[in-house]
C-alpha cells in the first residue's frame, strides 16, 4: 500500500485529497472518477489509510502505529471494503455496508468504507446505499471509485465530493516505466505508447510477458476474422477469452491495431503508429482494407468495450464482437444475434 508521496502523477486530486486532510475538512463520501488504471484504488486506499492513522504527520498516514498495520494488513475492524463479486455489487453487500456502517467505530471514531468500481451496483444495491448516503451515519466516511459516472444514480452523485482522475502524458508513463529493474527505455517506451497513459495498464502489459507475441497474436486473429464464419469467428473469440480484465486488455489491443491500420490508410505516417514495431504488417494489412471497414469495426469494437464495462458475461461480449468483426461494413448493425452474413 502506497502513501501520497509515492502515487504517480494525479497532482490536482492528491492536493484536494491533503488540503481536506489538513484542514479535517472531511467530506462523508467521495467519488474517485477517471479511465481505468490511473491510481483511483490506490489513492483510495492511501487516503483511507491517513484518515485512520492515529499518528497523522505532513498531511499523509505515518505508517508505523497499529491502524496503519492493520490497514497494510487488510485487518482494520473499521475498514471496509467492497468489490463487485461476480461482475456486479449486489444488494446483499449493500445491506452489509449498511449494518457495517451503524456500529459504532471499534478503534477511534472513524470509519472507512471504499467501494471499488461503484457503477457495478446492481440497481437495488443502488437505491440501498442511496439511503445510507442520504442520512450517512457521523464519522463515516464513503470512498467509491468508478470509470463511469454517468453510471451511478444521480442522487449519489449529487451526494459525493468527486475527485477527478486523468490519464498521464505518455511521456511520463515512459520515465515511470524506465525506473524500473530490468525494463529497457525502449521497452519503457513502447508500453506506454500501448498504455494510452494509464500507469496500471502499463505495468499489467510488463507483467503479462512478451507484448510483441501478444500483438503477432492480434495480428494473425485480424487476417483471420476476414475469412471466417460464424463458427469459425466463435472459436476466435474464445480462443482469446478470459477473465474480465484479460478480454478488456484483447479488446483494448484490438481497439490500437485497428486505429493504427486507419491512421496508416488515411495519413500514411509512421510517426502517429503505435505498434511502430509491426510496422510492415500494418502497411501490408491496411493496403487490404478500405477505409470504411476499418471505421466500421472501430465502432464494434467501441460497443463491446462498452458493453464490457456494463458488466456483460466477457466470453459472450467476445462471441458478439467477433460475429460483428466477420461480416461486411454495410451489413446489418446491431448485437450480431440476428443479422445473417451476406
Given at each position: 500500500m502506497k502513501f501520497f508521496n509515492e502515487i504517480y502523477g494525479q497532482n490536482n486530486a492528491l492536493d484536494l485529497l491533503r488540503r481536506s486532510f489538513a484542514r479535517q475538512m472531511i467530506s462523508h463520501a467521495y467519488l474517485f472518477c477517471g479511465p481505468s488504471g490511473v491510481?483511483?484504488?490506490?489513492?483510495?486506499?492511501?487516503?483511507?489509510r491517513a484518515l485512520l492513522c492515529q499518528r497523522p504527520a505532513e498531511e499523509d498516514a505515518c505508517g508505523e502505529c497499529r491502524s496503519c498495520r492493520q490497514v497494510e494488513g487488510g485487518n482494520h475492524p473499521d475498514f471496509l471494503k467492497v468489490e463487485p463479486e461476480g461482475g456486479s455489487i449486489k444488494i446483499e453487500q449493500a445491506r452489509e455496508i449498511q449494518r457495517r456502517v451503524t456500529l459504532a467505530p471499534f478503534q477511534g471514531g472513524r470509519q472507512v468504507c471504499l467501494i471499488d468500481r461503484a457503477e457495478s451496483m446492481t440497481d437495488e444495491a443502488a437505491n440501498c446505499f442511496l439511503k445510507i448516503l442520504e442520512e450517512p451515519p457521523a464519522g463515516v466516511v464513503f470512498i467509491l471509485t468508478c470509470v463511469q459516472p454517468y453510471a451511478l444514480l444521480?442522487?449519489?452523485?449529487?451526494?459525493?465530493?468527486?475527485v477527478l482522475f486523468q490519464l498521464l502524458?505518455?511521456?511520463?508513463?515512459?520515465?515511470?516505466l524506465a525506473r524500473l529493474p530490468g525494463v529497457k527505455q525502449e521497452e519503457a517506451d513502447l508500453t506506454a505508447l500501448l498504455s494510452g497513459g494509464s500507469v496500471g495498464q502499463a505495468f499489467e502489459l510488463l507483467e503479462g510477458g512478451s507484448l510483441a507475441e501478444s500483438r503477432k497474436r492480434l495480428a494473425q486473429t485480424i487476417d483471420a476474422i476476414d475469412s471466417a464464419g460464424p463458427g469459425e469467428a466463435c472459436r476466435l473469440a474464445g480462443s482469446l477469452s478470459g477473465s474480465r480484465d484479460e478480454t478488456l486488455a484483447w479488446i483494448e489491443g484490438l481497439m490500437l491495431w485497428y486505429r493504427d491500420l486507419l491512421i496508416w490508410k488515411e495519413s500514411?505516417?509512421?510517426?502517429?503508429?503505435?505498434n511502430r514495431d509491426f510496422l510492415q504488417v500494418i502497411k501490408e494489412q491496411a493496403s487490404r482494407r478500405e477505409a470504411a471497414l476499418l471505421i466500421d469495426r472501430l465502432g464494434k469494437i467501441e460497443e463491446a468495450r462498452n458493453r464490457?464495462?456494463?458488466?456483460?458475461?466477457p466470453r459472450l461480449v467476445l462471441d458478439v464482437l467477433f460475429l460483428n468483426l466477420c461480416r461486411p461494413a454495410e451489413g446489418k448493425q446491431g448485437d450480431g444475434f440476428s443479422a445473417s452474413r451476406k
Open positions: 491510481g483511483k484504488k490506490t489513492c483510495a486506499k492511501a487516503f483511507a444521480a442522487t449519489v452523485l449529487s451526494r459525493c465530493q468527486q502524458p505518455v511521456s511520463q508513463v515512459a520515465l515511470i500514411e505516417n509512421e510517426k502517429l503508429i503505435i464490457l464495462s456494463r458488466n456483460a458475461n
